[in-house]
């Protein structure tokens, strides 16, 4: 059995994690409110704009000549693994490169795949193994609209000029604080949906339907992006919250615990010492 100044060291050190940990879900929990509103708030508008687009691209035969609704032979993939900065997030992070390397070596068998990482841990593990295209887990230093619209471009740029044949999102989906739905989905080219399955709308338009499609497109591109991004940064803290409550628990588990050990251990040093003295009193008296 440890000695008691190797239990007392062990206690407190356990109570020092359990300070760290109860404070990491605490900030994690305001972060996550604030995050999952924006999240709640913006798949209203970008649900909308999607279907909108794909009424308006059911209809006529612009959205088919643009360059982001041409599908080619898939040879070249690029999958944008939608990561963190930051660890200690539970299996937030993992998840997202399992399924990345699964897609590799199942969807894609035999095609190039290459990753454009969004968040360092990401690009840590998966540069090993991939090429890595770029990564910009600079945007989660300021995430707004305009930041992940420049990733947007890039992407958008990619597959304009015939780097890639087919851009893929793999990112975590929220659901709440405790369930994050790994998601894949596509980016380019646009899904394509057929006329008889796009809603009927009596629009009347202004300017051109042809013009509205085109402007919509890439605005459409970049609200899927900003939308996985604010999925993505909601399921973070909603996984590091719930990651940093178990954590809490177990080290309040293994300090009680340590605690009922060092107490059995001091009674037992202190009997011990009764018994020599007792001893030590008997010999004396025989």
Not at 20 to 26: L, P, V
Not at 206 to 232: C, G, H, N, W, Y
Not at 242 to 249: G, L, P, V
Not at 278 to 283: D, M, R, S, Y
């Amino acid at each position: 059995m440890a000695n008691l100044k190797e239990i007392r060291s062990r206690i407190a050190s356990v109570s020092s994690t359990m300070q760290i940990t109860s404070a990491m879900k605490m900030v994690s929990a305001a972060k996550l409110k604030k995050a999952q509103d924006a999240i709640t708030a913006m798949r209203p508008y970008a649900d909308t704009l999607t279907e909108l687009l794909q009424n308006l691209s059911g209809s006529t035969e612009d959205a088919s000549g643009s360059v982001f609704a041409t599908e080619r032979p898939v040879e070249k993939v690029l999958l944008v693994a939608i990561t963190s900065n930051r660890g200690l997030c539970g299996g937030f992070n993992s998840s997202i490169i399992k399924e990345v390397i699964a897609q590799r070596d199942n969807n894609y068998a035999g095609k190039q795949v290459d990753v454009f990482t969004i968040g360092k841990k990401g690009n840590d593990i998966l540069s090993k193994d991939f090429s890595v295209a770029d990564n910009r887990g600079d945007v989660f230093d300021e995430l707004n609209f305009a930041n992940v619209a420049a990733v947007a471009d890039q992407l958008m740029e990619y597959y304009a000029d015939g780097d890639y044949d087919r851009i893929d999102l793999v990112y975590n989906r929220f659901k709440n604080a405790a369930t994050q739905l790994v998601t894949i989905e596509q980016f380019l080219p646009i899904v394509p949906v057929e006329a008889e399955t796009a809603s009927i709308s009596d629009y009347i338009y202004e300017p051109a339907q042809e013009e509205i499609v085109s402007t919509l497109i890439p605005k459409a591109l970049k609200t899927q992006m900003f939308k996985a991004l604010r999925d993505s940064f909601a399921s973070e803290h909603g996984a590091r919250m719930t990651a940093m409550h178990k954590a809490t628990d177990n080290a309040t588990e293994l300090r009680d615990q340590l605690k009922l050990t060092y107490n059995k251990a001091r009674q037992a040093a202190i009997t011990n010492e009764i018994l020599e003295i007792v001893g030590g009193a008997e010999a004396l008296n025989g």
